[in-house]
């Protein structure tokens, strides 16, 4: 069982930043694949990026790519995703997800385990 906590979420000015952390529990993170998706009021949820099991590859949703950077830290257990020069479109509740999974997939049915959520709120 993995469980994931996710932190660092606010509000925040439109052209700002914001880092939020995924702290995983348990011995195995390395050997999961990692994902950020995010759920805006009213919509579905979304894939926003994800990463590798050694970090070495990310892959990330169009909308976000040159502005969102997603690192892992596999000693600490730890997901993070920077996001700069936010967007009011940005405003969501941010999930981490694991998966044990080889390729870095966007659909969420293939993400085992998930977090609670942070909210992102960017103002105009």
């Known amino acids: 069982q993995v469980q994931l906590v996710e932190s660092g979420g606010g509000l925040v000015q439109g052209g700002g930043s914001l880092r939020l952390s995924c702290a995983s529990s348990?011995?195995?993170?390395?050997?999961?694949?990692m994902a950020w998706f995010r759920q805006a009021p009213g919509k579905e949820r979304e894939f926003v990026g994800s990463?590798?099991?050694?970090?070495?590859?990310?892959y990330y949703k169009d909308s976000v790519k040159g502005r969102f950077t997603i690192s892992r830290d596999n000693a600490k257990n730890t997901v993070y995703l920077q996001m700069n020069s936010l967007k009011p479109e940005d405003t969501a509740v941010y999930y981490c997800?694991?998966?044990?999974?080889?390729?870095?997939?966007?659909?969420?049915?293939?993400?085992?385990?998930w977090g609670q959520g942070t909210q992102v709120t960017v103002s105009s």
């Open positions: 348990g011995r195995t993170f390395s050997t999961y694949t």
């Open positions: 990463i590798s099991r050694s970090g070495g590859n990310t």
């Open positions: 997800a694991a998966g044990q999974i080889t390729t870095m997939s966007t659909l969420a049915r293939r993400y085992d385990y």
